[in-house]
């Protein structure tokens, strides 16, 4: 299953490079604790984004008082951990975020 984002682009000034440069990384980056980028196509002026289907984001946990036990957030916090670290042993900068961090199933 996957999620399709949406994006306009800028009519004046285009896809921005700062975000040909994110999603030329998230179409390298392989790892499981990392989406997954599958396609980008554009139509008009619109981009739309191919990603692996992710149920929530942290921040859904958090807005909706998601009650989780400590071997769930021990669970999360390890594959935030683990995801992180792969990205800087490849030179990769992540802004901390809890609307970046998905989870594909509550507590996996």
Not at 63 to 81: G, M, P, R, T, W
């Amino acid at each position: 299953m996957v999620a399709i984002k949406k994006m306009k682009i800028d009519q004046k000034i285009g896809i921005e490079q700062t975000t040909i440069r994110e999603l030329k990384i998230l179409g390298e980056i392989k790892h499981p604790n990392v989406i997954g980028l599958r396609d980008v196509f554009v139509q008009e002026n619109m981009m739309y984004l191919v990603l692996d289907y992710m149920v929530c984001d942290l921040g859904k946990l958090i807005d909706e008082k998601v009650n989780l036990n400590h071997q769930d957030i021990s669970y999360i916090f390890f594959k935030i951990v683990t995801g992180i670290k792969h990205l800087h042993e490849n030179w990769i900068l992540h802004r901390v975020r809890n609307r970046y961090f998905w989870a594909d199933r509550i507590g996996h």
